[in-house]
């Protein structure tokens, strides 16, 4: 048996950071939006562009949902059982992760704007790259819950790129652009 000292500890702190914390970050966040004048007026003076590319994440969350099914219907009923019960789960989840992900980044961008632009355009190669050729502040990389992501997004992801290939680019390409065309329109 494992102590708090010991491997079980290592394996616990594991767990919450990679699970249990996201959890917590993200009703902080929804605090934040609720009672935060600042956030709140943000998202709501964007209220259009917010639900736009929620919509996206709602179109690539049921994407995600179908490919699971298909994706285990080759395996017999007992694996198109399983993932019938899986389906609405991913739906949910995939569709929380991208939403709190985008949420912490529109705060972030909340927070430049209200810093009057200064601040960080954001620090990785691609967002000077953007910045430079198309003009476009991406602001700070937002924290991701990689635990959910992988699990509840990128497998999802690539069981829909097993079964239906072209969904998974118009999938993939939806999600690279949301966030560049809410800059676009947000500068």
Do not use: C
Not at 14 to 34: F, I, Q, S, T, Y
Not at 78 to 88: E, K
């Amino acid at each position: 048996m494992a102590n708090w000292t010991g491997e079980g500890s290592a394996h616990r702190r594991m767990v919450r950071d990679l699970l249990l914390k996201p959890v917590e970050e993200g009703a902080n966040l929804m605090r934040r939006l609720r009672e935060g004048r600042m956030f709140r007026s943000y998202v709501r003076k964007r209220s259009l562009l917010v639900v736009l590319v929620s919509l996206v994440f709602l179109a690539s969350s049921i994407a995600f949902a179908g490919a699971t099914v298909m994706f285990f219907f080759r395996g017999g009923s007992l694996l198109t059982f399983v993932s019938l019960i899986l389906a609405p789960i991913i739906l949910i989840v995939s569709l929380l992760v991208q939403t709190f992900v985008f949420f912490f980044w529109i705060e972030n961008r909340a927070v430049e704007q209200s810093l009057k632009g200064r601040g960080g355009h954001g620090r990785g190669a691609v967002a000077r790259w953007l910045k430079r050729r198309l003009g476009l502040n991406m602001g700070r990389m937002p924290p991701v819950p990689w635990g959910y992501v992988v699990i509840f997004v990128l497998s999802p992801l690539a069981m829909l790129a097993s079964v239906a290939p072209p969904a998974a680019i118009a999938v993939i390409g939806a999600g690279i652009l949301a966030p560049i065309v809410y800059a676009r329109l947000d500068n």
